[in-house]
């Protein structure tokens, strides 16, 4: 099994949360040593503005999370509404 980094940041917010989340992703260091998975109580129905959101304030890349992508230090995922969110083997998997 290779080695695989565990250094993960997990934050859940309810649907008012955004603007502590954009606070909260604009003070994350440069120099990160951890990915940051961002989770947002959202209603379904069509893709989430809050990666675009919390880029503007945010000096890391944030990118919506993907199946099967892998997660790196210093990068935002923002998960998907609809879907649950886990990490396996270093990599996000989306199910139902």
């Known amino acids: 099994m290779p080695n695989i980094s565990r250094d993960i940041i997990v ?8 603007e502590a989340l954009q606070l909260l992703t604009a003070n ?3 120099d990160l040593g951890a990915s940051v998975i961002v989770v947002l109580h959202m209603p379904v129905g069509g893709p989430s503005a809050l990666p675009a959101i919390l880029r503007r304030s945010c000096r890391l890349p944030v990118v ?3 199946n099967g992508i892998q997660l790196e ?24």
Do not use: C, I, T
Not at 85 to 93: C, E, F, H, I, P
């Open 28 to 30: 994350l260091p440069v």
């Open 11 to 18: 934050v859940g917010a309810s649907a008012g949360g955004v």
């Open 64 to 66: 919506p999370a993907e």
């Open 73 to 96: 230090h210093g990068h935002v995922y923002v998960a998907v509404p609809n879907r649950h969110l886990l990490v396996v083997d270093g990599a996000l998997r989306l199910s139902l």
